[in-house]
């Protein structure tokens, strides 16, 4: 993956392999670059204090390197701010407790071949998700494109948050979670748009239906952000056993009880090229919910295959 100008927050925590005691932290220079390598220090002994090291050293211009067959264990969060430095990310950080990739206030960003996993082992299926872990979050954003990501975890496979423009997606599995969101938007008093986004080759499965209100007013008012929210292309998108295909809905936080007064201008989304199966005859194919104050336009659903699995009568 390649970073031009970002401030990365990772907050991680892995069960590490055995690997030989050390706390190196390989420095050279070649063709003009600094590189940094780091290595594991074994099993759970915290490696964080050189990850950080190695971002500062190699913060501009530069490559960092964690090598494959690494496992790092990490003990508390990772911040760090860079400019054009390409990371080679062949270790493993595993088990993400909050976030896994939150990206926040970049620019000209790329990122290929990651997989997320955020899922209690010991807990039965469908009840096993982590709440408020992540896959890939974006927010003061501006052209960014990630491909071939995976996730499997029980929140947003991906979320693309306020002030994110020119974000491209590319072949994409969500296995559990709440699938992919453009929000939350409108939550906070602050100018919210999100522009230019293109996600396709998409699949996914199994995702949680489940409510987000519970655990992110934190007890507060929230609302009255505003914005606008254009020019959004999803494309080639494989569902099975969803709770629902693509919606729109601007009536989410405060359990609803200020539907249609959301702020936020909707226009110009295209939802093309949608297949699978919904897990049960009650989810809707398609919906849209918008506000009255600023109402939804140029809304479009192409090419849409989509069915509700069977229903009986008891």
Same mark, same amino acid.
């Given at each position: 993956?390649?970073?031009?100008?970002?401030?990365?927050?990772?907050?991680?925590?892995?069960?590490?392999?055995?690997?030989?005691?050390?706390?190196?932290?390989?420095?050279?220079?070649?063709?003009?670059?600094?590189?940094?390598?780091?290595?594991?220090?074994?099993?759970?002994?915290?490696?964080?204090?050189?990850?950080?090291?190695?971002?500062?050293? @190699?913060?501009?211009?530069?490559?960092?390197?964690? &090598?494959?067959?690494?496992?790092?264990?990490?003990?508390?969060?990772?911040?760090?701010?860079?400019?054009?430095?390409?990371?080679?990310?062949?270790?493993?950080?595993?088990?993400?407790?909050?976030?896994?990739?939150?990206?926040?206030?970049?620019?000209?960003?790329?990122?290929?071949?990651?997989?997320?996993?955020?899922?209690?082992?010991?807990? &039965?299926?469908?009840?096993?998700?982590?709440?408020?872990?992540?896959?890939?979050?974006?927010?003061?954003?501006?052209?960014?494109?990630?491909?071939?990501?995976?996730?499997?975890?029980?929140?947003? @496979?991906?979320?693309?948050?306020?002030?994110?423009?020119?974000?491209?997606?590319?072949?994409?599995?969500?296995?559990?979670?709440?699938?992919?969101?453009?929000?939350?938007?409108?939550?906070?008093?602050?100018?919210?748009?999100?522009?230019?986004?293109?996600?396709?080759?998409?699949?996914?499965?199994?995702?949680?239906?489940?409510?987000?209100?519970?655990?992110?007013?934190?007890?507060?008012?929230?609302?009255?952000?505003?914005?606008?929210?254009?020019?959004?292309?999803?494309?080639?998108? $494989?569902?099975?056993?969803?709770?629902?295909? &693509?919606?729109?809905?601007?009536?989410?936080?405060?359990?609803?009880?200020?539907?249609?007064?959301?702020?936020?201008?909707?226009?110009?989304?295209?939802?093309?090229?949608?297949?699978?199966?919904?897990?049960?005859?009650?989810?809707?194919?398609?919906?849209?919910?918008?506000?009255?104050?600023?109402?939804?336009?140029?809304?479009?659903? $192409?090419?849409?295959?989509?069915?509700?699995?069977?229903?009986?009568?008891?």
């Amino acid at each position: 993956m390649q970073f031009s100008s970002i401030a990365l927050a990772l907050a991680t925590a892995s069960t590490a392999l055995s690997l030989p005691a050390t706390d190196s932290l390989g420095i050279a220079k070649k063709t003009g670059r600094h590189t940094c390598t780091v290595l594991a220090r074994g099993k759970e002994q915290s490696k964080v204090d050189n990850i950080v090291k190695s971002f500062k050293e @190699c913060r501009k211009n530069a490559s960092v390197i964690f &090598p494959q067959h690494q496992t790092y264990w990490i003990d508390k969060k990772v911040h760090v701010t860079l400019d054009n430095v390409n990371i080679d990310w062949s270790g493993e950080w595993l088990q993400a407790q909050f976030w896994s990739f939150n990206i926040m206030s970049g620019k000209n960003l790329s990122f290929e071949n990651i997989t997320c996993s955020a899922f209690a082992s010991n807990a &039965p299926t469908g009840a096993n998700w982590v709440q408020n872990a992540d896959g890939f979050n974006t927010m003061d954003v501006t052209n960014a494109t990630f491909k071939n990501f995976h996730y499997h975890g029980g929140d947003d @496979c991906i979320a693309i948050k306020p002030r994110s423009f020119g974000i491209k997606g590319d072949n994409v599995t969500c296995h559990g979670g709440n699938s992919i969101a453009i929000g939350s938007l409108g939550q906070y008093l602050e100018h919210n748009s999100v522009e230019d986004i293109m996600i396709s080759n998409v699949k996914m499965g199994h995702l949680v239906d489940q409510e987000q209100d519970s655990y992110e007013n934190e007890g507060k008012a929230r609302g009255g952000g505003w914005g606008k929210v254009r020019k959004l292309l999803f494309s080639n998108f $494989e569902l099975q056993e969803v709770s629902r295909g &693509p919606f729109i809905t601007q009536d989410n936080g405060n359990n609803d009880s200020y539907a249609g007064t959301s702020r936020m201008e909707i226009s110009d989304i295209i939802f093309r090229n949608f297949t699978g199966n919904l897990k049960s005859s009650s989810g809707r194919l398609g919906e849209i919910s918008c506000s009255k104050e600023h109402p939804c336009f140029n809304i479009s659903f $192409e090419g849409m295959n989509l069915q509700a699995a069977d229903g009986r009568c008891r």
